[in-house]
């Protein structure tokens, strides 16, 4: 019943190579143990340092003798001294042999050792509740000694503490993109009185007018649609002035008129002007539920299948007669628990496993929406897949295991996955959350774990962008189906009276559609036919429209084909529009020349195509810092490519945006930074002022997520 998304790559492949990377704060203790002994073991070793420099004991490198602090890890050199002078080491000629930061770090993560364990809340009667509770305070107290450490006078490496009120990466990142609070109307004269026709120009003057101002927390302010159509309006939502806000969209409009038509190979430029037909705009009248695309996100084994073949089954997706035959095969493979996970998991593999590993695609409506039902992987081995179908999300469900010790699991910030999904939702411009606490059955349906969960991951949420206002909690049992679609029982009940499940995904605000602009259909998944020349494309259609009959241009393969059927839940459709989910099928096309990551565009206005870009990053916790030469793995709509870092060109303040430095060696931890990437391979990409959903990009190395980026500027092939 469900359509399965393949990311097209067998991440299996990978799977025990990520079973060893335990990624823990505990770790990094070690970490600092290990460099302290690497110190003393190559004491020697110094002597050899060449003579007007001096090595740092943290990072080992070479600098220059007039240098007061590593150029590379920022490390004070003085600072150090100080303190191996009255340690047991000593410090001579500027060579230090014990590292101060090292000390320090081992104070602090010895009085972590000896603490005894914090019991926060009733429940948290695990071991690895309080390991998790512990992990915390390491982090708290690792942000005050890196705050003490960069208070001491030390300029050019600004760690950002950690604040869990902060924007999200997404605004982070976003905000420097728009103008200013300060600036923007100043920007929008400057902008108004440009030659309108100048693209490149229009460009950077805008990108140097949102580099160098303050800007308010924005969730990426509104695009401003050429022809009227609008986005939803933010500026009550962020508290930006509407003079501001208007300025922005037109500073951002005009760069976004730009793009394409008919075709200058590498600037994917032309002057042609887009203007949608008639029949591209939905009538108001038509008597169609507007589709609504959900992921269901969410830690391994939250219920999240569970949920979706529960929800399925209530409303008659899935007939009494298949979820008998899903019980009965469940049952005689001693996993009668995954009965309604099996209307999802439907690969031989993923029901061995008990696991889901690639996007199941599933259909139902509620009485306000057609919902397109994304249910995602949870295992970290399975991220990318997550990430090209989660990419599509208008909304999302967000599934916690209320159970003790796995909610706890799946908020542990090194291996939970609670927190990279919500993360990397975020990042993807989705501003409106259901979580759902699953599993209150396990927990006799106690109103105070309920709350508990409420607290923390609220606290989470907010931190990553999530408003209080757009985020909807509705404690659910997957499993006894208690508040999925009906008012749940006494148990619940008693103390629980917001809505249902149902309810709640009725609540959902539809985002404001992009009908005035050409296609863009990010291919999610191919299905190639024996017969001639035919092949199916599966995606969601980013702006623009499409019917029967239309002519798309294929890229990256810069082929040609026409549309000879649209589907949308199997059932056959003659036009789709921007936020649609639909299979389209193709005539005239050979296979090879169609690819998922490519994007079907109106043959007169291409996506570009490059695989040089300059990105605005905001690093998360990471423990090894992002240098010039780093390899990373880039995802970008449904595409995925080795990237090498070729440049740091600079760091930012995360608060205003401003350059802090300009080609630092490295990236920390937090830190923003705009960079340039080559990849292996070229990749359809616009620019987020262009399109937003063409221009986010996240970074992954080692099966995490390490940075969450926007592109700034498509460079030149290279
Ligand atoms: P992945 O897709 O692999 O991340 O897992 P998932 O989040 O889809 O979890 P899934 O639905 O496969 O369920 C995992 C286990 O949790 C199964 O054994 C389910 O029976 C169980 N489960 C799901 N929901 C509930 C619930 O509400 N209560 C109880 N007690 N168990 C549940
Ligand atoms: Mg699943």
Redesign the pocket.
Known sequence: MPLKVNYGVDYNDDYNVYEDDNYHYDDLYEYENEKRDITHQTKAKQEVIRTGAWRCPICTYDNEDSMSECDICGALRNCLVKISQTGDSTAGGGRCKSSGASVMVKSLFASFRHRAPAKSVAFEAKNDAVLIEDAFIIRRNFQEFLRAFSSQKHQNINIAPFKFDSPSPDDLVSTRLHSSKLDSKANFKRLSSLDMSTREREKNILIESELGTEGPNSSSASVARDGGVKERDFASDCGIKPEILVSRMRSVSLSSKSRTGNVNEETGTSNLEYKPEAWMIPDQAEDRLSQLNLAIV??????????S?RLLHLLGRISQKEMHRHEKEAKQQGKG??A??WAL?ESAEERER???MTVAVAFFNSRKYHVVLL?????RDFVPNMISGATQADAAIL?VDA?MGSFEAGLDPIGGQTREHALLIRSFGVDQIIVVV?????VEYSQERFEMVKQKLGTFLRSCGFKDSSVLWVP?????NQNLVATPDERLFSWFHGPCLLDAIDSLQLPARDYSKPLLMPICDIIKSQSQGQVSTCGKLVTGAIRTGSKVLIMPSREVATIRSLERDSQACKIARSGDNVTVNLQGIENNHVTAGGVLCHPDFPVRVSNHLELKILVLDIKIPILSGSQLELHIHHAKEAATVVKILSLLDPKTGKVTKKSPRCILAKQNAVVEVVLQGSVCVEEYAESRALGRVSLRSSGRTVALGLVTQIMKTQ
């Open positions: 969410g830690h391994v084994d939250s219920g999240k299948s569970t949920l073949g628990s995954f309604y996970a998991d008990g696991i889901t249910d995602s992987p949870g295992h599934v159970s699953n599993k209150m059955d396990v659910a049992s997957s499993m006894e």
